[in-house]
C-alpha cells in the first residue's frame, strides 16, 4: 500500500518535537561529561542516554516507519523520500531491548570518563597525553622513548574488558535486527555496500604496498641513523600508532643518494610562537566562513580531567547552531591541522541551511564532514598557506618547499596502511569479541600492513588504547572515504572555482557553502560528492597525492 504523504509528514512533525530537546540534551551532557570526566556527569549522560533511547522504543511506531522505509521510492516528492531514509536510519540505530541499551550507555560513559581522565606514568609521574606526543617528538633517548611508547597504551588495560562488553552487547542488538553483527549492522546504516568496501580497502592496500614498503625503508633507515640502533622498534616512531609520519619524513633527505640531507626540517618550528586559535581565525576569515562563535563557544586547553582528544559537536539543531570544539592546543604542527581539521567540522555544521525540515539539518555522511576536515587540516603542511598565514618567509620556505610536499605526501601514505589496521582489526573484533588473541592479532595486523616490529613478547590490549574502537567503532573508513573525497574536491575547487590555493578566496567558501554545507543531508553522500565535483567518487585523485 502506499504511503500517504500527509500521515508520514504529520508523523515526522510531531516526531520532531520530541527528538529536539532530547538531542540537544544528549549532547550538551556528552559535552559536560568531556570537559569535566566528573562521575555526576558520567550519570548525567546515561540517564539522559536512555531517555533519548525511549523515543525508538515504541515498536509500533517503528514498524510503522520502516514499512514506510521499504515503500518509500513511491514517494513523489524527493525531500520527503529523504526525510523517511533519514528517520528510518535514527530509529534503526536505536533498536534493542532496554536493558542492553542502557548497559551500552553506562559502558560508553564510563570508557568515555576513563579515556579523559587516564594519564600514563613516565619516570614515576603521571603524564598527559601531550607530554607523551612530546617525548616521542623530541627526545633521543631511546629507554625514555620506550617508557613513553608504553605509557601511551597503558589505558588499554583499563578498559580492555569493557570494549570487549560493548562488542558483545552491540552484536547482540545487531542480532535482534538480523544482522550478522554489529560491524554488518553499522555499515547497513551508514548506507555503505559492505563489499564495495571491502574492494575498495583492498584496491587501496594493493596500490599502496609497493610506495608503502620503499617509505617504510627510508624512514627506518633514518631513525636507525638517528638513534644508533639496528632494529627501528615503536618507541622509535614519533606517533605512538604510527598514524602519522611528519616528523620522520621531514627529517629525511630528499633523495636516497642522501641529496637534501643538510636540509632537514623541523615541522613544529613554523607555529611554536604562534596563536593557533588566531592563525585558525585567519584561514576560516580568508575563505569567508566565519569561526569567531565557534571558538568563543570553544574549550580548547588542557587541565585535569578533561578528554585530552579533540572533536567539533554541534548541541541540537536549532537555528542559530550551537557548534563548538573541543582541543588541548599547544603551538605545534600537529595541533595545528587539529585545529584546521576541527574547525572544518564545525564551519559545515554551521552554514547547512537551517530551512531544511530537521532531520536533514546534519551533515550528508560522515564520510562528508571528515572530508571537509581533512581538506583543511592539511593546509598544516602546505607552503603556501605556511608563508600567507604562519608568516614564514618565503626564500625560507622556497628551500624547504620539497621537503615540506614530501612529508604531506608521506603522511597520507602512513595514514592509510594505519586506517587498514584499523579496518580489519574491528571487521574481526565483531566477530567474535571473545577470542583470546586480540592482542596477537592487532600486533599481526600492524607487523603486515604497517611493517611495525612487534615488541618481544608483548602481550597486552593495545588495540584498546584506541579511543575509536570504544567510542567510534566502526568508523575508521569513514576517514579513509574522506581523504578521497578531499582530494577530489580540493582538485575541482582549485580548478574549476577559484583557479588558485582555495585558502586566498572567499569564492570557495561561498562554493563550499552552495555546493557542501548548504544541501546538508538533503542527498546522500555519493550524490553531495557528484554534485560538489562533476563526478563520481574517484580515488585516482587521492592516489595521485600519495607518494
Known amino acids: 500500500m502506499t504511503p500517504s504523504p500527509n500521515e508520514i509528514q504529520s508523523f515526522i512533525a510531531s516526531f520532531e518535537e520530541r527528538l529536539a530537546p532530547a538531542e540537544k540534551a544528549s549532547s550538551e551532557a556528552w559535552w559536560i561529561l568531556a570537559t569535566t570526566g566528573t562521575e555526576e556527569a558520567q550519570r548525567e549522560l546515561v540517564r539522559i542516554g ?52 542502557r548497559r551500552i550507555e553506562e559502558l560508553e560513559a564510563e570508557a568515555n570518563a576513563i579515556y579523559g581522565n587516564h ?20 627526545s633521543d633517548d631511546s629507554a625514555l622513548r620506550r617508557e613513553a611508547w608504553e605509557a601511551s597504551k597503558s589505558v588499554g588495560r583499563k578498559v580492555e574488558g569493557l570494549v570487549r562488553e560493548l562488542a558483545r552487547l552491540r552484536n547482540r542488538l545487531a542480532r535482534q535486527m538480523g544482522f550478522e553483527n554489529h560491524y554488518v549492522r553499522s555499515l547497513n546504516l551508514q548506507e555503505m555496500d559492505a563489499n564495495e568496501l571491502d574492494r575498495l580497502m583492498d584496491d587501496l592496500q594493493s596500490a599502496t604496498d609497493e610506495p608503502f614498503r620503499k617509505l617504510k625503508t627510508r624512514l627506518d633507515a633514518g631513525l636507525k641513523s638517528r638513534f644508533g640502533i639496528e632494529t627501528v622498534m615503536p618507541w622509535h616512531l614519533s606517533d605512538p600508532f604510527f598514524q602519522s609520519c611528519k616528523h620522520e619524513a621531514a627529517a629525511l633527505p630528499l633523495s636516497d643518494s642522501g641529496e637534501g640531507a643538510e636540509a632537514e ?6 607555529f611554536r610562537d604562534k596563536d593557533l586559535k588566531a592563525l585558525t581565525r585567519k584561514t576560516y576569515d580568508s575563505m569567508g566562513l566565519e569561526v569567531r562563535d565557534v ?31 573541543l582541543a588541548n592546543v599547544r603551538p605545534d604542527s600537529y595541533w595545528m591541522d587539529t585545529m584546521l581539521h576541527e574547525f572544518g567540522h564545525a564551519v559545515y555544521d554551521k552554514y547547512i541551511n537551517p530551512s531544511l525540515p530537521y532531520l536533514l539539518r546534519s551533515v550528508a555522511h ?14 598544516a603542511d602546505d607552503p603556501g598557506w605556511i608563508s600567507r598565514f ?45 577470542r583470546v588473541d586480540l592482542n596477537s592479532l592487532w600486533w599481526d595486523l600492524v607487523e603486515e600492513i604497517q611493517l611495525v616490529n612487534r615488541p618481544p613478547e608483548r602481550d ?45 578566496h572567499e569564492l570557495s567558501g561561498r562554493y563550499l557553502q552552495e555546493a557542501f554545507f548548504g544541501p546538508g543531508a538533503r542527498d546522500d553522500w555519493r550524490t553531495t560528492v557528484l554534485r560538489a565535483t562533476g563526478e563520481e567518487l574517484n580515488p585516482a585523485y587521492f592516489v595521485e597525492t600519495l607518494l
Open 50 to 101: 536512555m531517555e533519548y533511547n525511549r523515543l525508538f522504543a515504541d515498536r509500533d511506531e517503528y514498524e510503522l516507519v520502516k514499512g514506510w522505509y521499504e515503500e518509500r521510492e513511491s514517494l513523489e516528492s524527493s525531500l520527503l523520500q529523504r526525510q523517511v531514509e533519514v528517520l528510518y536510519k535514527t530509529f534503526a540505530g536505536r533498536q534493542g531491548d532496554e536493558e542492553t541499551l
Open 366 to 379: 560522515t564520510s562528508s564532514t571528515e572530508a571537509i576536515a581533512l581538506m583543511m587540516g592539511s593546509l
Open 295 to 325: 571558538l568563543a563557544r570553544s574549550d580548547l586547553y588542557e587541565r585535569a580531567g578533561k578528554d585530552q582528544h579533540a572533536f567539533c559537536i554541534g548541541i541540537g539543531r536549532d537555528y542559530p547552531y550551537d557548534v563548538r570544539v
Open 119 to 138: 594519564r600514563g606514568v613516565v619516570e614515576d609521574k603521571e603524564t598527559s597525553e601531550n607530554e607523551l606526543r612530546g617525548i616521542l617528538h623530541n
Open 390 to 434: 604562519a608568516d614564514v618567509p618565503e626564500e625560507d620556505l622556497e628551500r624547504e618547499r620539497e621537503r615540506l610536499l614530501y612529508s604531506s605526501r608521506a603522511d597520507k601514505l602512513v595514514f592509510v596502511r594505519w586506517a587498514l589496521v584499523m579496518y580489519r582489526f574491528e571487521k574481526a573484533l565483531y566477530e567474535d569479541p571473545d
Open 460 to 504: 597486552e590490549p593495545d588495540w584498546a588504547a584506541k579511543l575509536h574502537v570504544a567510542l567510534a567503532p566502526v568508523y575508521y573508513h569513514n576517514y579513509v572515504l574522506g581523504h578521497l573525497t578531499a582530494a577530489q574536491l580540493r582538485r575541482y575547487i582549485e580548478k574549476n572555482v577559484v583557479e588558485g590555493p582555495l585558502y586566498e
Open 265 to 270: 626540517l623541523d615541522v613544529d618550528s613554523y
